[in-house]
């Protein structure tokens, strides 16, 4: 076997994304080795170019959706594995406890090595069988914002068949997501988003309808549209954040993963006690979360929303995309 493979680097702060020859990682005992047939761009990865992420260190190889083939294994454990078709849960370490993760979790493709190579290294217990109804690329779209929509709808907020879900800022890879799961688990789906055009692709989705909260008085429209929601989905947080309190029904679950807008605004207490409500932060997700996940996956036979499909070779290109946040669904690089 070769002891170079290629890969995308990512050298610096706001640096381009470089096509370039590295290393094939090393394992050790009870690691894989996959060799990437396609991967995925997640909003994480263009925070990180941006220098606005935790953590950060260079050179990285960036990336932690990815599906491919297991071409090695560290260790008599797991020696089954090579040659399947693999899905990668990019959720490493993540511990005992099923309410939070553990200090030493981590996600792939910052601080370790990711999956925008021709090989990338992940533990043996971070592999699932790829659902058979999905093509490479389509899998390669599922991990990171499967698992973070499906934790967040199902572990964190308990959605059920017949409630009323608000999704916000949908076209996103984790909201498109979430919208998705919510539809398929028999709830009244709605979104918001800065386009009319993103709107419309969500209702082709299921969606029951939506606005622009970039409209005056968006959240009285909606309210007056639905009268409530029972589960509000953000990633965002911000200004909007006050209007939730607004539209979320008695013992509605507002969740969030994300704080693209900002920070919490201040909120009128009384209004939750009152009303029972449950502000529920989440990240990501457990082994269990991702099994959860693909097991519902496969059963609904959902596919991801691809927005676009470029060869790793023009991976800045791709990522550039989300400078605008112009895409519906994930951006997936194609290795072969």
Same mark, same amino acid.
């Given at each position: 076997?070769?002891?170079?493979?290629?890969?995308?680097?990512?050298?610096?702060?706001?640096?381009?994304?470089?096509?370039?020859?590295?290393?094939?990682?090393?394992?050790?005992?009870?690691?894989?080795?996959?060799?990437?047939?396609?991967?995925?761009?997640?909003?994480?990865?263009?925070?990180?170019?941006?220098?606005?992420?935790?953590?950060?260190?260079?050179?990285?190889?960036?990336?932690?959706?990815?599906?491919?083939?297991?071409?090695?294994?560290?260790?008599?454990?797991?020696?089954?594995?090579?040659?399947?078709?693999?899905?990668?849960?990019?959720?490493?370490?993540?511990?005992?406890?099923?309410?939070?993760?553990?200090?030493?979790?981590?996600?792939?493709?910052?601080?370790?090595?990711?999956?925008?190579?021709?090989?990338?290294?992940?533990?043996?217990?971070?592999?699932?069988?790829?659902?058979?109804?999905?093509?490479?690329?389509?899998?390669?779209?599922?991990?990171?914002?499967?698992?973070?929509?499906?934790?967040?709808?199902?572990?964190?907020?308990?959605?059920?068949?017949?409630?009323?879900?608000?999704?916000?800022?949908?076209?996103?890879?984790?909201?498109?997501?979430?919208?998705?799961?919510?539809?398929?688990?028999? &709830?009244?789906?709605?979104?918001?988003?800065?386009?009319?055009?993103?709107?419309?692709?969500?209702?082709?989705?299921? &969606?029951?309808?939506?606005?622009?909260?970039?409209?005056?008085?968006?959240?009285?429209?909606?309210?007056?549209?639905?009268?409530?929601?029972?589960?509000?989905?953000?990633?965002?947080?911000?200004?909007?954040?006050?209007?939730?309190?607004?539209? &979320?029904?008695?013992?509605?679950?507002?969740?969030?993963?994300?704080?693209?807008?900002?920070?919490?605004?201040?909120?009128?207490?009384?209004?939750?006690?009152?009303?029972?409500?449950?502000?529920?932060?989440?990240?990501?997700?457990?082994?269990?979360?991702?099994?959860?996940?693909?097991?519902?996956?496969?059963?609904?036979?959902?596919?991801?929303?691809?927005?676009?499909?470029?060869?790793?070779?023009?991976?800045?290109?791709?990522?550039?995309?989300?400078?605008?946040?112009?895409?519906?669904?994930?951006?997936?690089?194609?290795?072969?």
């Amino acid at each position: 076997m070769a002891q170079t493979m290629k890969a995308i680097v990512l050298d610096g702060i706001k640096k381009t994304l470089v096509w370039m020859e590295v290393p094939i990682p090393k394992l050790e005992k009870g690691e894989a080795l996959v060799r990437t047939k396609a991967a995925a761009f997640n909003r994480r990865d263009w925070w990180i170019q941006q220098g606005q992420y935790a953590g950060l260190k260079f050179p990285i190889i960036l990336g932690s959706d990815g599906a491919g083939i297991v071409e090695a294994v560290a260790g008599d454990a797991g020696q089954a594995w090579i040659g399947k078709e693999v899905i990668i849960n990019p959720s490493i370490a993540w511990g005992d406890r099923e309410a939070v993760q553990q200090k030493a979790f981590h996600i792939l493709g910052l601080p370790q090595d990711g999956t925008f190579a021709q090989y990338v290294r992940v533990p043996v217990e971070n592999l699932h069988e790829k659902p058979r109804h999905l093509t490479f690329e389509e899998a390669a779209a599922l991990p990171l914002g499967g698992l973070t929509a499906y934790r967040a709808l199902f572990s964190r907020a308990e959605l059920k068949a017949g409630d009323k879900v608000l999704v916000v800022g949908v076209g996103g890879g984790v909201a498109t997501f979430a919208l998705q799961l919510a539809v398929h688990a028999g &709830a009244d789906a709605y979104v918001t988003s800065s386009k009319v055009s993103k709107i419309e692709r969500a209702m082709a989705l299921g &969606a029951k309808g939506g606005v622009r909260y970039t409209d005056d008085g968006w959240s009285e429209t909606l309210k007056e549209k639905v009268g409530g929601f029972d589960v509000i989905v953000d990633s965002a947080l911000g200004d909007g954040f006050a209007h939730y309190l607004d539209l &979320a029904n008695p013992g509605g679950r507002i969740v969030f993963f994300g704080g693209t807008a900002g920070n919490i605004p201040e909120l009128n207490g009384r209004q939750i006690f009152w009303k029972q409500l449950s502000l529920l932060g989440t990240t990501m997700g457990s082994p269990t979360d991702f099994r959860n996940m693909l097991e519902f996956v496969e059963h609904h036979q959902i596919k991801p929303v691809i927005d676009s499909v470029h060869p790793i070779q023009e991976a800045e290109e791709a990522i550039r995309k989300m400078t605008e946040s112009s895409q519906f669904g994930k951006i997936v690089l194609k290795l072969e």
